[in-house]
Protein backbone atom coordinates (compact mmCIF):
# COMPACT_ATOMS: atom_id res chain seq x y z
CA UNK A 1 0.00 0.00 0.00
CA UNK A 2 0.88 3.52 -0.90
CA UNK A 3 1.22 5.92 2.03
CA UNK A 4 -0.98 8.82 1.20
CA UNK A 5 0.03 12.69 1.96
CA UNK A 6 -2.19 14.14 3.84
CA UNK A 7 -3.35 18.12 2.36
CA UNK A 8 -5.53 20.34 5.23
CA UNK A 9 -8.16 22.37 4.09
CA UNK A 10 -6.67 25.87 4.90
CA UNK A 11 -9.30 28.97 4.81
CA UNK A 12 -12.49 27.65 3.29
CA UNK A 13 -13.15 31.19 1.98
CA UNK A 14 -9.68 31.01 0.02
CA UNK A 15 -7.99 29.58 -2.91
CA UNK A 16 -7.62 26.28 -1.33
CA UNK A 17 -10.18 24.35 -1.99
CA UNK A 18 -10.39 25.60 -5.60
CA UNK A 19 -6.83 24.89 -6.14
CA UNK A 20 -6.74 21.43 -4.68
CA UNK A 21 -9.48 20.12 -7.54
CA UNK A 22 -7.19 21.59 -10.04
CA UNK A 23 -3.90 19.96 -8.49
CA UNK A 24 -5.83 16.44 -8.14
CA UNK A 25 -6.73 17.01 -11.58
CA UNK A 26 -2.81 17.23 -12.37
CA UNK A 27 -1.78 14.26 -9.95
CA UNK A 28 -4.43 11.81 -10.52
CA UNK A 29 -1.96 9.26 -12.08
CA UNK A 30 0.48 10.41 -9.34
CA UNK A 31 1.06 9.12 -6.04
CA UNK A 32 -2.01 9.80 -3.76
CA UNK A 33 -3.60 12.38 -1.55
CA UNK A 34 -6.56 13.05 0.39
CA UNK A 35 -8.10 16.49 1.98
CA UNK A 36 -9.39 16.84 5.38
CA UNK A 37 -12.34 19.11 4.53
CA UNK A 38 -15.70 19.92 4.82
CA UNK A 39 -17.68 17.52 2.15
CA UNK A 40 -19.88 20.08 1.12
CA UNK A 41 -17.10 22.84 0.89
CA UNK A 42 -15.27 20.94 -1.41
CA UNK A 43 -18.37 20.01 -3.78
CA UNK A 44 -19.25 23.61 -3.65
CA UNK A 45 -15.79 25.10 -4.28
CA UNK A 46 -15.00 22.20 -7.11
CA UNK A 47 -16.35 20.15 -9.81
CA UNK A 48 -14.08 17.13 -9.62
CA UNK A 49 -15.69 13.81 -8.52
CA UNK A 50 -15.13 13.51 -4.36
CA UNK A 51 -14.80 10.30 -2.72
CA UNK A 52 -15.44 10.20 1.08
CA UNK A 53 -13.06 8.36 2.82
CA UNK A 54 -13.15 7.40 6.64
CA UNK A 55 -9.51 7.08 7.31
CA UNK A 56 -6.37 7.39 4.71
CA UNK A 57 -5.94 3.70 4.64
CA UNK A 58 -8.94 4.68 1.69
CA UNK A 59 -7.06 7.17 -0.18
CA UNK A 60 -4.88 4.87 -2.80
CA UNK A 61 -7.85 2.68 -4.00
CA UNK A 62 -10.14 6.12 -4.61
CA UNK A 63 -7.06 8.06 -6.00
CA UNK A 64 -7.32 7.61 -9.23
CA UNK A 65 -11.10 8.08 -10.52
CA UNK A 66 -11.81 11.09 -7.52
CA UNK A 67 -9.97 13.15 -4.89
CA UNK A 68 -10.36 11.34 -1.24
CA UNK A 69 -11.78 13.78 1.17
CA UNK A 70 -12.00 12.98 4.85
CA UNK A 71 -15.07 14.60 6.02
CA UNK A 72 -14.45 17.14 8.50
CA UNK A 73 -17.56 19.57 9.89
CA UNK A 74 -16.91 23.31 9.90
CA UNK A 75 -19.13 25.52 11.24
CA UNK A 76 -20.49 27.40 8.63
CA UNK A 77 -20.61 27.67 5.04
CA UNK A 78 -17.64 29.44 2.94
CA UNK A 79 -18.78 33.08 1.50
CA UNK A 80 -15.81 32.77 -0.75
CA UNK A 81 -13.06 35.99 -0.47
CA UNK A 82 -14.69 36.89 3.07
CA UNK A 83 -12.80 36.35 6.55
CA UNK A 84 -15.27 33.88 8.31
CA UNK A 85 -13.77 33.63 11.99
CA UNK A 86 -17.34 31.33 12.73
CA UNK A 87 -14.41 28.56 10.88
CA UNK A 88 -11.31 29.55 12.82
CA UNK A 89 -11.22 26.25 15.33
CA UNK A 90 -12.07 23.76 12.10
CA UNK A 91 -9.13 25.35 10.19
CA UNK A 92 -6.76 24.77 13.37
CA UNK A 93 -8.22 21.03 13.67
CA UNK A 94 -7.80 20.40 9.96
CA UNK A 95 -4.38 21.01 10.76
CA UNK A 96 -4.23 18.93 13.70
CA UNK A 97 -6.07 15.75 12.30
CA UNK A 98 -3.55 15.65 9.78
CA UNK A 99 -0.43 16.10 12.12
CA UNK A 100 -1.90 12.96 13.88
CA UNK A 101 -1.95 10.99 10.68
CA UNK A 102 1.42 11.30 9.62
CA UNK A 103 2.93 11.34 13.37
CA UNK A 104 1.10 7.71 13.55
CA UNK A 105 1.75 6.73 10.23
CA UNK A 106 -0.74 6.75 8.37
CA UNK A 107 0.03 9.35 6.01
CA UNK A 108 3.43 9.84 4.69
CA UNK A 109 3.89 13.51 4.80
CA UNK A 110 1.79 17.01 5.58
CA UNK A 111 1.04 19.50 2.41
CA UNK A 112 -0.55 22.59 3.85
CA UNK A 113 -3.58 24.76 2.53
CA UNK A 114 -3.08 28.47 3.29
CA UNK A 115 -4.53 29.35 6.14
CA UNK A 116 -5.31 33.23 7.05
CA UNK A 117 -3.78 34.50 10.23
CA UNK A 118 -6.11 37.13 11.06
CA UNK A 119 -8.89 34.85 11.03
CA UNK A 120 -7.51 32.45 12.85
CA UNK A 121 -6.77 35.34 15.93
CA UNK A 122 -10.15 36.73 15.62
CA UNK A 123 -11.75 33.24 15.63
CA UNK A 124 -9.84 30.72 17.58
CA UNK A 125 -7.01 33.24 19.49
CA UNK A 126 -4.81 31.39 17.55
CA UNK A 127 -1.42 31.98 19.91
CA UNK A 128 1.08 31.58 16.79
CA UNK A 129 2.35 33.41 13.84
CA UNK A 130 1.71 31.04 11.70
CA UNK A 131 1.79 27.62 10.53
CA UNK A 132 5.32 27.20 10.77
CA UNK A 133 4.98 28.33 14.49
CA UNK A 134 2.35 25.94 14.83
CA UNK A 135 3.22 22.81 13.48
CA UNK A 136 6.75 22.99 15.78
CA UNK A 137 4.38 23.08 18.63
CA UNK A 138 2.76 20.31 17.27
CA UNK A 139 5.65 18.29 16.73
CA UNK A 140 7.40 19.01 19.98
CA UNK A 141 10.52 20.84 18.56
CA UNK A 142 11.69 24.32 19.97
CA UNK A 143 12.77 25.60 16.32
CA UNK A 144 11.59 24.79 13.07
CA UNK A 145 13.12 26.79 9.72
CA UNK A 146 11.41 27.92 6.74
CA UNK A 147 12.76 26.58 3.63
CA UNK A 148 11.42 28.08 0.04
CA UNK A 149 12.48 25.89 -3.01
CA UNK A 150 11.95 26.33 -6.65
CA UNK A 151 13.90 24.28 -8.98
CA UNK A 152 16.65 27.20 -9.69
CA UNK A 153 16.92 27.67 -5.79
CA UNK A 154 16.78 26.91 -2.06
CA UNK A 155 16.34 29.50 -0.03
CA UNK A 156 16.05 29.71 4.13
CA UNK A 157 15.96 33.18 5.79
CA UNK A 158 17.52 32.69 9.37
CA UNK A 159 15.02 35.85 10.44
CA UNK A 160 10.82 36.10 9.07
CA UNK A 161 8.42 37.68 9.85
CA UNK A 162 9.85 40.69 11.83
CA UNK A 163 10.47 44.19 11.17
CA UNK A 164 13.71 44.94 9.61
CA UNK A 165 15.07 47.69 12.22
CA UNK A 166 14.75 44.71 14.64
CA UNK A 167 17.06 41.86 12.42
CA UNK A 168 20.49 42.97 13.82
CA UNK A 169 19.07 42.19 17.31
CA UNK A 170 17.23 39.37 16.42
CA UNK A 171 20.33 37.65 14.16
CA UNK A 172 21.80 36.03 17.48
CA UNK A 173 25.00 33.65 16.89
CA UNK A 174 22.29 30.80 18.40
CA UNK A 175 19.98 31.89 15.94
CA UNK A 176 22.22 31.51 12.44
CA UNK A 177 23.99 28.54 14.15
CA UNK A 178 20.96 26.55 14.73
CA UNK A 179 19.34 27.61 11.25
CA UNK A 180 22.45 26.47 9.28
CA UNK A 181 22.69 22.82 11.48
CA UNK A 182 18.76 22.37 10.93
CA UNK A 183 19.07 23.33 7.01
CA UNK A 184 22.17 21.08 6.78
CA UNK A 185 20.85 18.18 8.25
CA UNK A 186 17.52 18.66 6.06
CA UNK A 187 19.25 18.79 3.19
CA UNK A 188 21.40 15.47 3.35
CA UNK A 189 18.02 13.70 5.11
CA UNK A 190 15.08 15.00 3.01
CA UNK A 191 16.82 16.09 -0.26
CA UNK A 192 19.48 13.51 -0.45
CA UNK A 193 22.21 15.04 -0.97
CA UNK A 194 25.20 13.72 0.74
CA UNK A 195 27.65 16.83 1.05
CA UNK A 196 25.54 19.90 0.75
CA UNK A 197 26.95 23.04 0.49
CA UNK A 198 25.76 26.25 1.84
CA UNK A 199 26.03 29.71 0.49
CA UNK A 200 25.67 32.00 3.81
CA UNK A 201 24.37 35.81 2.95
CA UNK A 202 26.00 38.97 4.97
CA UNK A 203 24.05 40.98 6.85
CA UNK A 204 25.27 44.46 5.14
CA UNK A 205 25.67 45.90 1.43
CA UNK A 206 28.37 44.26 -0.18
CA UNK A 207 29.06 41.60 3.45
CA UNK A 208 30.17 44.82 5.20
CA UNK A 209 32.99 45.43 3.20
CA UNK A 210 35.74 44.34 4.78
CA UNK A 211 33.44 46.63 7.95
CA UNK A 212 33.17 50.00 6.74
CA UNK A 213 29.37 49.18 5.45
CA UNK A 214 28.57 47.37 9.12
CA UNK A 215 30.59 45.23 11.62
CA UNK A 216 28.58 41.83 11.91
CA UNK A 217 30.10 40.16 9.06
CA UNK A 218 33.86 40.60 10.76
CA UNK A 219 32.57 40.30 14.47
CA UNK A 220 30.04 37.57 14.40
CA UNK A 221 29.01 35.49 11.40
CA UNK A 222 32.90 34.97 9.84
CA UNK A 223 33.62 33.48 13.36
CA UNK A 224 30.76 31.09 13.48
CA UNK A 225 30.87 30.34 9.91
CA UNK A 226 34.79 28.92 10.47
CA UNK A 227 33.74 27.08 13.74
CA UNK A 228 30.59 25.27 11.49
CA UNK A 229 33.13 24.42 9.13
CA UNK A 230 36.04 22.76 11.69
CA UNK A 231 32.37 20.46 12.47
CA UNK A 232 32.11 19.45 8.21
CA UNK A 233 29.89 21.81 7.22
CA UNK A 234 30.60 23.00 3.56
CA UNK A 235 30.19 26.70 3.91
CA UNK A 236 30.48 29.46 1.18
CA UNK A 237 30.39 33.28 2.78
CA UNK A 238 29.36 36.45 4.35
CA UNK A 239 28.79 36.51 0.21
CA UNK A 240 27.27 40.26 -0.79
CA UNK A 241 23.08 39.21 -1.35
CA UNK A 242 23.84 40.98 -4.66
CA UNK A 243 26.18 39.06 -6.09
CA UNK A 244 25.14 35.45 -5.00
CA UNK A 245 21.73 34.84 -7.22
CA UNK A 246 22.73 34.74 -10.42
CA UNK A 247 23.12 31.38 -12.61
CA UNK A 248 26.56 30.81 -12.47
CA UNK A 249 26.46 31.74 -7.99
CA UNK A 250 23.92 29.60 -7.92
CA UNK A 251 25.60 26.68 -9.42
CA UNK A 252 28.47 26.52 -6.55
CA UNK A 253 26.00 25.34 -3.54
CA UNK A 254 22.60 23.64 -2.52
CA UNK A 255 21.00 26.25 -0.77
CA UNK A 256 20.98 30.14 0.59
CA UNK A 257 20.89 30.76 4.10
CA UNK A 258 20.10 34.48 4.18
CA UNK A 259 19.67 37.27 7.58
CA UNK A 260 16.21 38.43 6.72
CA UNK A 261 13.09 37.68 5.17
CA UNK A 262 13.01 39.64 1.53
CA UNK A 263 16.68 38.77 1.49
CA UNK A 264 15.43 35.15 1.07
CA UNK A 265 12.10 35.48 -0.88
CA UNK A 266 12.64 37.94 -3.43
CA UNK A 267 15.47 36.39 -5.58
CA UNK A 268 13.12 33.04 -5.20
CA UNK A 269 10.45 35.13 -6.12
CA UNK A 270 11.88 36.52 -8.92
CA UNK A 271 13.26 33.68 -10.27
CA UNK A 272 10.15 31.49 -10.16
CA UNK A 273 7.02 33.06 -9.30
CA UNK A 274 4.92 30.17 -9.73
CA UNK A 275 6.29 27.23 -8.26
CA UNK A 276 7.96 27.83 -5.66
CA UNK A 277 7.16 25.27 -2.34
CA UNK A 278 7.45 26.48 1.34
CA UNK A 279 8.69 23.84 3.24
CA UNK A 280 9.18 23.32 7.18
CA UNK A 281 12.66 21.83 7.85
CA UNK A 282 13.55 20.46 11.63
CA UNK A 283 9.90 19.05 11.82
CA UNK A 284 9.49 15.49 13.03
CA UNK A 285 7.43 15.02 10.00
CA UNK A 286 7.89 16.45 6.45
CA UNK A 287 5.81 19.41 5.88
CA UNK A 288 5.44 21.27 2.54
CA UNK A 289 2.91 23.88 1.54
CA UNK A 290 1.98 26.03 -1.76
CA UNK A 291 3.97 29.59 -1.28
CA UNK A 292 1.41 32.05 -1.44
CA UNK A 293 -1.62 32.38 0.77
CA UNK A 294 -5.49 32.49 1.00
CA UNK A 295 -5.57 35.05 -2.35
CA UNK A 296 -9.22 35.86 -1.24
CA UNK A 297 -9.23 38.46 -4.01
CA UNK A 298 -9.21 35.56 -6.39
CA UNK A 299 -10.83 32.91 -5.05
CA UNK A 300 -14.12 31.71 -6.64
CA UNK A 301 -12.85 33.35 -10.11
CA UNK A 302 -11.22 30.23 -11.83
CA UNK A 303 -7.97 32.17 -11.61
CA UNK A 304 -6.27 30.94 -9.10
CA UNK A 305 -3.14 29.09 -10.56
CA UNK A 306 -2.71 25.45 -8.81
CA UNK A 307 1.15 24.96 -9.71
CA UNK A 308 2.65 25.46 -6.09
CA UNK A 309 0.08 23.66 -4.66
CA UNK A 310 1.14 20.84 -7.18
CA UNK A 311 4.55 20.64 -6.40
CA UNK A 312 3.96 21.13 -3.28
CA UNK A 313 2.48 17.83 -2.69
CA UNK A 314 5.29 16.13 -5.20
CA UNK A 315 8.14 17.47 -2.95
CA UNK A 316 5.98 15.95 0.04
CA UNK A 317 6.44 12.96 -0.98
CA UNK A 318 10.50 13.31 -2.71
CA UNK A 319 11.17 14.56 0.76
CA UNK A 320 9.80 11.73 2.57
CA UNK A 321 11.04 8.89 0.18
CA UNK A 322 14.32 10.58 0.95
CA UNK A 323 13.76 10.63 4.56
CA UNK A 324 13.05 7.28 4.43
CA UNK A 325 15.76 5.72 2.50
CA UNK A 326 18.42 8.07 4.74
CA UNK A 327 16.81 6.80 8.17
CA UNK A 328 16.70 3.05 6.67
CA UNK A 329 20.77 2.94 6.18
CA UNK A 330 21.53 4.73 9.39
Not at 126 to 145: D, I, M, Q, S
Not at 236 to 256: E, L, N, V
Not at 311 to 325: D, L, T
Request: glycine share 8%; aromatic share 6%; with cysteine.
Amino acid sequence: MTKPIALTAGDPSGVGLELTGLAWKQLKNERPFFLIADHGHVEAATDVPLKAITSPSQAESAFKQALPVLHLPFATAPVVGTEQPENAYDVIQSIEMAVDFVTTGQALALCTNPINKKVLKVGAQFPFPGHTEFLAHLGGVKNAVMMLCAPELRAVPVTIHIALSDVPDQLTDTLIEETLTITHQALARDFGLQNPVIAVAGLNPHAGEGGTMGTEELDRITPLLEKLRQSGMSLIGPMPADTMFHQAARAKYDAAVCMYHDQALIPLKTLNFSAGVNTTLGLPFIRTSPDHGTAFDIAGKSIADPTSLVEAIRQAHFMAENRAHYDSIG
